[in-house]
């Protein structure tokens, strides 16, 4: 079993810049594949990003790429995603996942992460 636990979240302005941090724990971190996910109020949960045990392969959704930069301390078991140039549509809840799989299967094959955390908000208002 693995236990996640998001932290980060909150009120931003558009244009702005937050760091969401996930913390890992009951299974050697390094063996798993992390992700981030967001889902909207009415909308289905997004694939954002994974980004492979060491840290080597990232993948990332179009609506992203080039704002927010996933990356992993497997010394400190925690994963993180620098959100730049935020903009209202981010608005959602995040969600850190993790899976034993490659990275490139679960940003094809979202909802087959195997551990998600409870979610922090990120409120991005003009």
């Known amino acids: 079993q693995v236990h996640l636990v998001e932290s980060g979240g909150g009120l931003v302005q558009t244009g702005g810049s937050l760091k969401l941090s996930c913390a890992a724990s009951g299974r050697s971190f390094s063996t798993l594949t992390m992700g981030w996910f967001r889902q909207a109020p009415g909308k289905e949960r997004e694939f954002l990003s994974t980004?492979?045990?060491?840290?080597?392969?990232?993948y990332y959704a179009d609506s992203v790429k080039g704002r927010f930069t996933i990356s992993r301390d497997n010394a400190k078991n925690t994963v993180t995603l620098q959100m730049n140039s935020l903009e209202s549509e981010d608005t959602a809840i995040y969600y850190c996942?993790?899976?034993?799989?490659?990275?490139?299967?679960?940003?094809?094959?979202?909802?087959?992460?195997?551990?998600w955390g409870k979610g922090t908000l990120v409120t991005v208002s003009s």
């Open positions: 980004i492979s045990g060491t840290g080597g392969t990232t």
């Open positions: 996942a993790a899976g034993l799989l490659s990275a490139r299967y679960y940003s094809t094959y979202p909802r087959a992460m195997d551990y």
